[in-house]
């Protein structure tokens, strides 16, 4: 659809050079043919962002076999059991890569190795001989469009199943066809998270069918990314929060503005508010999204839109204030509870499990039974609505700290110690302690250039929140341990702190 009525616009890179919608019709067209004359049944993609992703994404979708970017930054063996879980498949490799996928592989019945560069010059000639006479039949609803494996932070990683209904109904749900032409000036993402998350794919689908210009950076460097926003008049970008901060620095130290930037969206973490915050003042001129999902649910579930942060920000009543640390609310399409522990739905204002229901949410996962229950996914994040049915995000069930029977978030901790003008970021995690089962402990990185004493964070958080509910025990970092998609490794920072 989108090469029908975009023809020779460019989809993915420069303005001159770039990959047209045509060009990428045709090429995963190739690509759908190349795989169809192989034998494996699973596509995989070992790279950071480059051209291969959007031609693999759409042309193992038109030739039915699933796509399954990996992870590039698992150790060996890692890396190996996950293609021991896919055969036979072939796997497309960054050359960087290729030695340690081969030597991987080396030892897997039914993994095809091929190097990006093989495989992009394979895309860029038309194919000739038997079953390359043009497109391969609809992909059924039904089929398993992409599998992503968790991170895998605290055991085996499990590969979701997303099938070819859930994105469709993702995308169709939350985004606008061709879009992105509505405005007066050419819109292009800046695209930097890796192709192996949820975001990466979504934001594949998402710039696609809105007709917009795809800007791939291989991987985050605050630097580069300032650069490439600037350099290629990008409107629109999605960071994890750990970027944003970083970005605002290099803004900072350059005086840049990113005048053409419109958009900016965030997620797959917590965002401290005072960042938040200090974006907005920077950026004064670009509408910020606050964007919650799972991999489970095809990505994005709920919404802080540009006009919720503004009023927001703005306001002085402390309850309407306070959304702003919120992830806003549903998304068309997606159904939203907050459930004690029976699975019995708790009325506002009450924390408990959020469960989501609607037709992008999978809730499945390779060679296990579903995970939903009448169509309900239970998604294992703490959380709460507000009487508006603003969602506030309480942190994983397992973070949750039971202190003398006492049920305390690490979020709610974590958001006072932040506030503190000498914090830079801050973790909270629970500890076995033999009087109250556990104690609150946290880690601290102080903010450029401050100092601050942990008598006097521990008499900050004593005044915001109740006492029980001050850190036993702080220790300063240089910095917390985060995924590169923003995930603090609460499992890392408690293996460190029990020492």
Partial sequence: MSADGLGEQVAFGSTTGGLSYSGLLERSRRAAAWLSSRPAQRVGLIDVNSLAVPILLYGSAEVGKPFVPINYRLSDAQLESILSRITPAVVVAEPSFIDRAGAAAATIKGIELVSREEFLAAVDQPQTGPGTGGAPCPASPEDIAVLLFTSGTTGEPKAAVLRQKHLVSYIISTVEFMGALAGDAPEAALVSVPP?????????????????????????????????????????????????????????????????????????????????????????????VNAYGLTETSSTIALLAPDDHRVAWASEDPDVRRRLGSVGRPVPGVDLEIRDAEGHAVPAGKPGEIWVRGEQVSGEYLGQPPRSEDGWFRTHDAGLLDDDGYLFLEGRLDDVIVRGGENMSPGEIEEALISHRSVADAAVIGLPDADWGEKVVAAVVPAEGATVSPEELQDWVRGQLRSSKTPDRIEFRSELPYTETGKLLRRVLRSELQR
């Fill in 196 to 288: 192996y998350h949820i975001a990466g794919v979504s934001a594949v689908l998402s710039s696609v069918y809105a007709g917009r210009r795809v800007v791939q950076l291989p991987s985050f460097d605050p630097a580069a990314w300032v650069a490439a926003a600037r350099d290629e008049a990008v409107t629109h970008a999605m960071v994890v929060p750990t970027m944003l901060g970083r970005i605002l620095d290099v803004l900072e130290r350059e005086g840049e503005a990113l005048p053409a930037l419109r958009s900016l969206s965030y997620g797959g973490g917590r965002m401290p508010v005072p960042v938040i915050e200090r974006a907005m003042r920077q950026l004064s001129h670009v509408d910020f």
